[in-house]
């Protein structure tokens, strides 16, 4: 039975056997592995990994691609789970998970930051997602890709593009080139978890207008004499600043405001 792509899921199913023998190369699955994949679509990586795990997790939101893949593979090898993965919740499976996917490109930013929740039961995560979001996500700072989507995902993770894949691997083709990128959680994170609220306000009023200094950008949040005992220049703009620099203006002002106040 063939199965319609749906325009409101952002379908586009990988048909390439060659990306897919690429894929499973970078991912390297051994059989005790507890591997969750997001979107498995009609099965292009579900089929090659079931070949090399005792059993495989799928989250998947398209209910008539839910009964597809009951139908076609043993509930003994492949549990699909019928769920929006943006609602889904990862602590369930326990720890040691090691996700996949070929997100859909219209929420694939949202969906990263959900994950990010679940990180300290994450070894590792690979996604198929639009080539330009992941060179912003690699971008290193004083570079045009470098921003917001960086410094977030970049507090958080290690990460690696590792091959850049052409539209016509996919049906239907998407109108971009898309990217495979290796996501691992770092063993220390840049940002405490419980700071990062106002991490992300920080980094979100620093790029707030690009083109403008960190002086003008930050002016809610710290003064002249602030960035002298921080050692920043006023004059950069937020693009010059590495995580870690975010992270030390964070820091700074809980010390400066007692943690009373991380409202702009």
Same mark, same amino acid.
């Given at each position: 039975?063939?199965?319609?792509?749906?325009?409101?899921?952002?379908?586009?199913?990988?048909?390439?056997?060659?990306?897919?023998? @690429?894929?499973?190369?970078?991912?390297?699955?051994?059989?005790? +592995?507890?591997?969750?994949?997001?979107?498995?679509?009609?099965?292009?990586?579900?089929?090659?990994?079931?070949?090399?795990?005792?059993?495989?997790?799928?989250?998947?939101?398209?209910?008539?691609?839910?009964?597809?893949?009951?139908?076609?593979?043993?509930?003994?090898?492949?549990?699909?789970?019928?769920?929006?993965?943006?609602?889904?919740?990862?602590?369930?499976?326990?720890?040691?998970?090691?996700?996949?996917?070929?997100?859909?490109?219209?929420?694939?930013?949202?969906?990263?930051?959900?994950?990010?929740?679940?990180?300290?039961?994450?070894?590792? /995560?690979?996604?198929?997602?639009?080539?330009?979001?992941?060179?912003?996500?690699?971008?290193?700072?004083?570079?045009?890709?470098?921003?917001?989507?960086?410094?977030?995902?970049?507090?958080?993770?290690? /990460? @690696?593009?590792?091959?850049?894949?052409?539209?016509?691997?996919?049906?239907?083709?998407?109108?971009?080139?898309?990217?495979?990128?290796?996501?691992?959680?770092?063993?220390?994170?840049?940002?405490?978890? +419980?700071?990062?609220?106002?991490?992300?306000?920080?980094?979100?009023?620093?790029?707030?207008?690009?083109?403008?200094?960190?002086?003008?950008?930050?002016?809610?949040?710290?003064?002249?004499?602030?960035?002298?005992?921080?050692?920043?220049?006023?004059?950069?703009?937020?693009?010059?600043?590495?995580?870690?620099?975010?992270?030390?203006?964070?820091?700074?002002?809980?010390?400066?405001?007692?943690?009373?106040?991380? @409202?702009?």
């Amino acid at each position: 039975m063939r199965h319609i792509p749906r325009k409101r899921f952002s379908q586009n199913f990988l048909v390439d056997p060659q990306v897919v023998a @690429e894929i499973i190369l970078a991912i390297h699955p051994v059989k005790d +592995d507890l591997l969750i994949e997001i979107g498995p679509g009609l099965g292009a990586l579900t089929q090659p990994l079931l070949q090399l795990l005792h059993h495989l997790h799928a989250v998947e939101i398209d209910r008539d691609i839910v009964e597809r893949l009951r139908k076609e593979f043993s509930a003994e090898r492949l549990t699909v789970h019928s769920a929006d993965a943006m609602k889904f919740n990862f602590f369930s499976f326990g720890r040691n998970l090691r996700v996949i996917g070929n997100l859909p490109y219209n929420i694939s930013t949202p969906i990263l930051f959900y994950l990010s929740k679940f990180l300290e039961n994450i070894i590792d /995560m690979h996604f198929m997602l639009q080539k330009e979001v992941v060179e912003r996500m690699v971008a290193v700072p004083s570079t045009s890709n470098y921003g917001r989507l960086s410094v977030m995902l970049q507090s958080r993770f290690k /990460m @690696e593009q590792l091959f850049i894949v052409p539209p016509e691997a996919f049906y239907p083709s998407p109108k971009i080139e898309s990217a495979f990128v290796r996501m691992i959680p770092l063993q220390e994170s840049v940002i405490e978890v +419980d700071k990062e609220e106002l991490f992300a306000l920080v980094v979100a009023a620093a790029f707030s207008h690009r083109r403008k200094t960190l002086r003008n950008t930050l002016q809610n949040y710290i003064k002249l004499e602030d960035f002298i005992l921080l050692g920043i220049d006023p004059k950069l703009r937020a693009e010059n600043l590495s995580p870690k620099q975010f992270a030390e203006i964070t820091y700074y002002l809980l010390r400066k405001w007692d943690g009373r106040n991380i @409202e702009n």
